[in-house]
């Protein structure tokens, strides 16, 4: 039997409209995510290992949501800035990032740094302060270290998760929170649920999607754009033009190397390589040493006896040697400010509270003599 003209048309559309290819959402281009921090401009290096590359699409894949991610992996493989990648590509990239290093603090100065605290809710709290959770509104706050946190805050953070709700410390009324949480470890968060030691309805909640970073070692195809990628960043840090370009020979020496300190122990190396003026020191004092004792972490000493004092750890040598500069910096900006500690964090481009950390850290305090105080260097 002929079709009418009208049930032909409907059938046509039908057909269309089944065949049709919806419109996929473009993906944003990871070369493009770019923030700025303490050390200036700052990008994401995007990967060009096969098992890397998965692992960053499906982070820009779960970006757009309001889930928590959970990121695994050895220190040092750039979790953090896999979770700045997600908040970079989410609705919430115009919205504050925060960092907390749930690791680096006791637990009672945790508690308030997550959810404030109220005037006079413990001894020195002279005025009521908000906490990360209200500081990251509207944004993303990325809990690293997340396996170190106390027992009892665990519970809290869970929470505050299912309630979307927090209290500060000695408050009584609940406050609203919109933040999306990003949480990582180095730990084995498995044997740390079966011990006992970490929640397993917290880890449930966090890893609504978990990604494992690979490390460096089984991603050696990354070594020349992160190396040419620090060099530059940190050669116009500390004003090394000169330094910006990778010397010959020098790709092939870092990828023979074992990484265990994975992408921050590069970053540290190509730190102490513009730090110390040259590339060709790497070489005869860095890359062909040993596990050994180290000395002092003065990178003139270093120097002086690198030929004849017993092989040291490259990462040991690369972590003091960055230590002992920073030392430096530091007392040269506090000196400049006479010991103006807020001033003397502006100047560094640090936070406040960063600032005394590192002082308390390498004991510094000012010189009777109005001079440089630096307890390493007394003898």
């Not at 910006?244 to 092939?252: C, S, T």
Request: contains cysteine; aromatic residues 6%.
């Amino acid at each position: 039997m002929m079709e009418t003209g009208k049930a032909a048309r409907v059938r046509h559309r039908k057909h269309s409209t089944s065949s049709q290819t919806l419109p996929v959402p473009a993906t944003p281009s990871r070369s493009e995510v770019a923030w700025t921090d303490g050390a200036g401009s700052c990008r994401y290096v995007s990967s060009r290992c096969a098992a890397m590359q998965a692992v960053e699409q499906r982070a820009i894949r779960v970006a757009p949501s309001t889930e928590s991610v959970l990121i695994l992996g050895e220190t040092g493989v750039g979790k953090d800035l896999l979770a700045r990648l997600i908040h970079e590509n989410s609705s919430r990239k115009d919205r504050p990032f925060v960092h907390l290093n749930c690791a680096s603090l006791a637990e009672g100065i945790l508690e308030s740094e997550l959810f404030g605290h109220m005037r006079g809710s413990y001894t020195g709290a002279d005025e009521s302060r908000a906490g990360q959770f209200e500081i990251a509104s509207g944004g993303t706050l990325f809990l690293d270290e997340i396996g170190e946190m106390p027992p009892r805050l665990q519970a809290k953070l869970l929470h505050v998760l299912q309630e979307r709700r927090i209290y500060r410390v000695g408050g009584r009324q609940a406050l609203e929170v919109d933040v999306r949480v990003l949480a990582a470890t180095n730990r084995d968060i498995a044997r740390d649920i079966r011990s006992g030691v970490f929640r397993r309805d917290l880890f449930y909640r966090l890893g609504v999607v978990t990604l494992h970073v690979p490390p460096l070692r089984q991603r050696r195809e990354d070594l020349e754009d992160l190396t040419v990628h620090f060099l530059r960043r940190y050669s116009a840090l500390y004003n090394r033009p000169d330094l910006a370009v990778p010397a010959a020979g020098l790709l092939e020496t870092l990828r023979g190397l074992a990484w265990p300190g994975n992408i921050r122990e590069l970053e540290n190396v190509i730190k102490r390589i513009i730090l110390l003026g040259g590339l060709d020191q790497i070489p005869s004092e860095m890359l062909a040493a040993e596990e050994g004792e180290g000395d002092g972490g003065d990178p003139d000493a270093i120097r002086e006896t690198a030929g004849s004092s017993p092989p040291r750890s490259l990462r040991e040598v690369a972590r003091k040697a960055v230590k002992s500069a920073e030392r430096r910096m530091i007392l040269q900006a506090l000196n400049h400010t006479a010991w103006n500690r807020r001033k003397a964090a502006r100047e560094l481009c640090v936070s406040y509270r960063s600032l005394l950390y590192k002082i308390k850290d390498y004991t510094l305090r000012p010189a009777p003599s109005g001079g440089d105080s630096d307890p390493s260097s007394a003898s």
